[in-house]
């Protein structure tokens, strides 16, 4: 079997179970939404149009699931220092990212600690994340698997 190689920051052999990740708050604007709607093709008119959002029962624009993931995801790539250590990540969407039309937009605050270490010849350990907005739980289920240097 062979084992990719990563440029992990982070040891294994530095890594404790309950080990906390540098938390981060990611502001997320309506001009956020449209750039990643463009970047993504993702064009459904929850994401930007207000009147359209409300309309099919929402309580405002939405942001894109996708992007609510990639930007919790960040905490573990920053600090482990390498995007491609991430070798499985996974989310169940709880409950959407409201983001009103005004200047401060909504912040998505990601926490996470490292819940198991799973292999130690493999250096991998699973991460917990916890993506919260306006008090409430975003993602459930929100866990990463990330091999360590």
């Known amino acids: 079997m062979t084992t990719s190689s990563t440029t992990a920051q982070v040891r294994y052999a530095d890594v ?3 080990t906390e990740l540098p938390a981060q708050s990611f502001p997320v604007t309506r001009a956020t939404l ?3 709607a463009g ?3 993702d064009f459904n008119p929850i994401h930007w149009n207000e009147k359209f959002a409300k309309g099919v029962g929402l309580p405002d624009v ?3 699931g996708m992007f609510t993931m ?3 995801i960040r905490v573990v790539t920053d600090w482990v220092g390498d995007p491609a250590a991430v070798t499985e990540y996974g989310v169940r969407f709880t409950k959407p990212v409201v983001v ?3 200047d401060e937009g909504a912040v998505i605050e990601v926490s996470a600690k490292v819940a198991a270490k799973l292999d130690d010849d493999a250096r991998t350990v699973r991460v917990d994340l916890l993506a919260k907005s306006a008090d ?3 993602l459930g ?3 990463a698997v990330v091999r360590l240097g």
């Open 141 to 143: 289920m929100s866990r």
């Open 70 to 72: 990639a930007e919790a």
């Open 100 to 102: 009103p039309n005004d």
């Open 39 to 41: 970047a993504s093709g």
């Open 16 to 18: 404790e179970v309950g």
């Open 136 to 138: 409430q739980k975003v």
């Open 34 to 36: 449209v750039r990643y």
């Open 62 to 64: 939405i942001a894109h």
